[in-house]
């Protein structure tokens, strides 16, 4: 295992944040959707008998990685080809189509107080115990600052039921060394032969994979859902609060 220096923090810290950038990827999934999916969906979602996807629910497809693989592959004896997209391409497509869905709690429009959610958040919700806006919290989850690109139904979605809305980039792994290490953390970087992540002591650190016995990527979220744990307007409050949160 690897920690690694302030240099080397910055560029990944860098990249973490490129790869964040969530209203770019909406921008060139709604370019991926009018270019393949605008002719038999139609502009709204709503073309194809018995789909919607404003209504935010899919017959085929409860996760992102389910309607990528939908994306990707088509679906046998309908009108839904297979496609060659990147993967880049289909994730950005997919957090376009979620984004259609307009934001609601409990059925119903809720207007939220962002001065409230801000207490939520940084009391009640105890999310600055993983998260950080500014120059507060911590960093073993993904950064917060910038989060008011994305749409309000996905930060509802992502307090409701995390596991549907981590995004492959932050999936969290396991790993075990050949000496019996056990190591728990967010990826941040992973190519061929390495991986860096930010283990749960906020420490960023790099392994070779030959030195390693076990790598799990976790298909679920370490973040609870705050479903039943805050009322319709906490959680309207919260995502309000959230949406001012757009950087510098």
């Known amino acids: 295992m690897t920690i690694l220096k302030p240099a080397a923090l910055a560029v990944l810290a860098a990249c973490a944040a490129a790869t964040l950038s969530a209203q770019t990827e909406i921008e060139i999934g709604q370019q991926v959707y009018r270019a393949n999916c605008f002719a038999c969906h139609g502009p709204d979602g709503d073309q194809v008998n018995g789909i919607n996807f404003k209504s935010g ?16 592959n088509g679906i046998p004896g309908t009108g839904m080809p297979p496609t060659a997209l990147a993967t880049e391409a289909r994730r950005a497509v997919v957090l376009y189509i979620r984004s259609m869905k307009p934001s609601s709690v409990g059925g119903a429009k809720v207007a939220g107080d962002a001065a409230h959610g801000k207490a939520i958040v940084e009391g009640k919700g105890a999310c600055l115990g993983c998260h950080r806006v500014g120059d507060k919290g911590s960093h073993t989850g993904p950064e917060l600052s910038e989060i008011g690109s994305r749409p309000a139904a996905y ?13 492959p ?5 396991h790993i075990v060394t050949k000496q019996g290490t056990v190591i728990n953390g967010r990826r941040l970087n992973e190519d061929t032969h390495t991986i860096q992540l930010i283990d749960d002591k906020e420490r960023l650190v790099s ?3 030959s030195q390693l016995r076990e790598l799990t990527v976790l298909k679920t979220s370490p973040m609870p859902s705050y479903q039943g744990k805050l009322s319709a307007q906490e959680i309207a409050d919260v995502v309000a609060y959230l949406q001012t949160l757009k950087g510098s």
Not at 57 to 72: G, H, P, Q, Y
Not at 169 to 173: E, G, K, M, P, T
């Open 57 to 72: 629910t899919f017959k085929r497809a409860n996760t992102d990685d389910e309607l990528m693989s939908i994306v990707a």
């Open 155 to 167: 930060l509802e979605k992502s307090l409701l039921d995390p596991n549907e809305t981590v995004a």
């Open 169 to 173: 980039q932050n999936r969290y792994v």
């Open 207 to 209: 392994f070779d994979k």
